[in-house]
């Protein structure tokens, strides 16, 4: 596999990201959260998915009902990038945790 076999190369985060989001839709979210965490490790703040991975890691986190973990992800997203699209649904998501 891609992952297994280069894993110095630059698109290793995206391959991660893709393995993660089959993982999520299969439903096995400890997977899936695992890829995006090594995702986020290797690729810079200002990657194409960096966000993406973060908000769909908090997602995984809501679907464990880890609701603590996916809140810390979500106000971390607000802080790192205030004004951006990913804040303004992690706002959402926060607003509906903690109803």
Not at 3 to 14: A, M, R, V
Not at 75 to 85: L, P, Q, W
Request: no cysteine; hydrophobic share 40%; net charge positive.
């Amino acid at each position: 596999m891609y992952i297994d076999k280069f894993k110095k190369n630059d698109f290793l985060p995206d391959a991660l990201n893709g393995r993660a989001f089959v993982n999520y839709q299969l439903g096995n979210f400890k997977e899936a959260i695992s890829d995006w965490e090594k995702a986020m490790e290797i690729a810079k703040k200002d990657s194409p998915f960096y966000f993406d991975a973060k908000f769909h890691t908090a997602l995984a986190y809501e679907k464990l009902n880890e609701f603590e973990k996916a809140k810390k992800l979500f106000n971390e997203i607000v802080n790192e990038n205030k004004d951006s699209y990913w804040a303004t649904i992690s706002k959402e998501r926060l607003s509906k945790i903690d109803k």
